[in-house]
């Protein structure tokens, strides 16, 4: 695997190594030792797979907060994604900033995002399907959420909105909340 950090410490772009002969292709998708070699939590509490029908749905931006705040490991399987992830540490050079990536089956990558980053991604087109897993258990008491358009983040996304839920349209902004992320 390779892993390319961006310039959110400890997110990581995996990319795979294959190792090729006339079958096709091998190549590790995931190693505890060699997660924990980069710095990241290799524990996988849950698995995870979500299919979103129509282009431009966007899921996110989704976190937990301690004492389940979670790692996740995301792989586009179907179709293609767009994910952001946003660092959500105080203490952070790159507190508040983002990144975006595109997944898909064809270019193979993951994402990892560490603990206290929200996430969320966006369709790219119809019939998409997502795998990722968790290093925490869902807990709907530490489940947080920001707003995908909070003009503070200035996220870009690839295509307008056409589905989102109620829920997550309604995550409060930043700059009204008295005590930031928690």
């Known amino acids: 695997m390779l892993f390319t950090e961006t310039k959110l410490k400890g997110a990581f772009i995996i990319d795979l190594e294959p190792k090729t002969d006339n079958r096709g292709f091998f190549a590790r998708a995931f190693c505890q030792k060699e997660f924990e070699a980069h710095g990241l939590k290799p524990t996988v509490a849950q698995c995870n797979l ?11 931006m989704h976190y937990q907060i301690p004492p389940a705040a979670e790692a996740k490991l995301f ?3 179907k179709g293609a994604n767009y994910h952001v992830i946003i660092d959500l540490r105080p203490d952070s ?14 270019n193979r990558r993951t994402l990892y995002v560490p603990e206290m980053f929200a996430h969320g991604y966006q ?21 947080k959420g920001l707003r995908y ?7 870009e996304w690839p295509q307008p909105v ?6 997550d349209a309604s995550w409060p902004l930043l700059e009204s909340t008295t005590t930031g992320v928690s």
């Not at 119809?126 to 925490?136: F, G, L």
């Not at 358009?149 to 996220?155: A, M, N, Q, R, V």
């Open 50 to 60: 979500a299919f979103t029908h129509k282009q431009g749905t966007l899921r996110g």
């Open 75 to 77: 792989r586009c399987t």
């Open 93 to 106: 050079p790159t507190y508040l900033q983002h990144v975006g990536v595109e997944l898909t089956p064809e």
């Open 123 to 143: 369709a790219q087109v119809d019939n998409c399907e997502a795998i990722y897993q968790v290093s925490e258990f869902y807990t709907p008491g530490c489940e």
């Open 149 to 155: 358009d909070d003009p503070t983040l200035g996220i």
């Open 162 to 167: 056409s589905e989102i839920t109620e829920k």
